[in-house]
């Protein structure tokens, strides 16, 4: 196995080498003399008028990009009202998930609420308990924040070995955005908690009913009340009119169509505390209140989903790196599944419990590569493989997930899920 990596030259210096450095013809550099047709002929949309800009109100993808969706597994999918799609990571850069292309996850379907007629009430442990509207919560002061939203089951089905085949369906339950809304801290002041108030149970009003207990602490730290992402209102899916966000946090405690928050005591231990999202171990307990997304990477691209087609010659490695608790300082890289690793180059701005860029240029001479991607965060705390993983855990846990992903590509450029010891 070690053999037939020797070969490899990782290089950032690739591109700015010309195509005789290189052995192969690299883009931009093909001679107009060959009779490339695309370029020196007329096309049709060199000779007719465009669309008007009355004619999409609402602005739409291009439709070369029509295959840039959400996509469901359907032996995954029992019913679409409870269940799960998946972002095409794949197929994006930079850092900002699309709103159109942010998964989805219900345990009731999208609730379509009528802004004018929803409400938001504080009561429990506090010293007045209030109801506010969606023009109320606009009067207070609101912030803007990048954050990533990461289902605890993203990459669960991967426990058991390689199951799924593309990144968009190992890791693409997740999006990053940037949401607009009150710090949650200014609406419980407002209701004044008393002493005893240690937790709050946040409940959604779509049919499931959803809930969750959040330790105090973390809501009087960074949490909002957002009612916009990217700018634009919430999307119906992701909570309109107005959600909880939880940074660093499981997505399943982000409560959407958020409706009521409760302070009391202690935690309530609701169903979606107690039969899900606790981390099973080997030996049959469960580990509780997990609730921090450890650090985390995936190479979207050379993927399953998105293999090498241009042939040998100079490669982009790229992908998404993330940790719930701070910063990604350093992703690094290999490209010989773990025998040489090399320091990835960070892209972007540098965000607190946001995904982070990264790049690595090669000169692919068209050998064989296993590639791995393994981040650091601000802690220090270091992405552990997935043995790592289940020496503590066992193979029954399907949640928090963050081992290490492996992609073999073989000499054609395709790529496959796979696992190395």
């Not at 060199?46 to 004619?55: H, I, K, P, S």
């Not at 499931?208 to 916009?228: H, N, Q, Y």
């Not at 289940?390 to 963050?402: A, M, P, T």
Request: overall charge negative; glycine content about 10%; charged content about 20%.
């Amino acid at each position: 196995m070690i053999d037939q990596f020797k070969g490899m030259k990782p290089s950032r210096r690739a591109f700015l080498r010309g195509a005789a450095a290189a052995g192969v013809a690299v883009a931009g550099t093909k001679a107009a003399a060959e009779g490339e047709a695309q370029i020196l002929n007329k096309q049709p949309w060199n000779q007719a008028l465009g669309a008007g800009v009355d004619e999409s109100p609402y602005g739409m993808p291009s439709k070369f990009e029509a295959g840039v969706v959400r996509k469901n597994v359907p032996w995954l999918t029992a019913e679409s009202i409870s269940s799960i799609n998946f972002t095409p990571i794949h197929e994006l850069d930079g850092i900002i998930t699309p709103n159109g292309l942010c998964f989805e996850r219900h345990h009731g379907g999208a609730a379509e609420i009528d802004p004018a007629e929803h409400r938001i009430m504080i009561n429990g442990l506090v010293d007045r308990e209030l109801v506010f509207t969606m023009e109320d919560l606009m009067r207070f002061p609101r912030e803007n924040h990048v954050y990533f939203l990461e289902c605890a089951a993203n990459s669960g089905m991967e426990w058991r070995g390689a199951q799924l085949n593309g990144c968009q369906f190992t890791h693409g339950m997740i999006h990053n955005v940037m949401y607009t809304g009150v710090p949650l801290r200014l609406l419980l002041e407002e209701a004044g908690v008393k002493t005893e108030g240690k937790w709050l149970l946040a409940e959604g009003a779509d049919a499931s009913g959803m809930t969750r207990s959040i330790p105090m602490e973390k809501a009087l730290d960074d949490c909002l009340v957002a009612f916009k992402m990217n700018g634009e209102a919430l999307r119906a899916e992701q909570g309109y009119p107005v959600r909880l966000v939880v940074p660093g946090w499981e997505g399943n405690m982000w409560i959407k169509w958020l409706r009521r928050l409760e302070v009391g005591d202690q935690p309530w231990h609701h169903r979606e505390e107690t039969s899900k999202y606790t981390d099973l171990l080997g030996d049959g307990q469960a580990r509780r209140f997990t609730w921090e997304m450890d650090a985390k990477s995936v190479i979207t691209s050379p993927s399953p989903q998105k293999p090498i087609t241009h042939g040998k010659g100079p490669l982009v490695i790229t992908g998404l790196a993330w940790s719930g608790r701070g910063t990604i300082p350093r992703v690094d890289i290999t490209i010989d599944g773990g025998i040489n690793w090399m320091q990835a180059r960070m892209d972007g701005p540098s965000l607190d419990k946001s995904m982070h860029r990264f790049y690595y240029e090669i000169d692919w001479d068209g050998a064989p590569l296993l590639l791995q991607s393994r981040a650091h965060d601000s802690t220090g705390y270091v992405q552990p493989t997935k043995d790592q993983l289940r020496s503590v855990r066992g193979l029954n846990s399907i949640y928090h997930n963050n081992g290490i992903q492996t992609w073999a590509v073989n000499s054609d450029g395709v790529a496959e899920n796979v696992e190395i010891s």
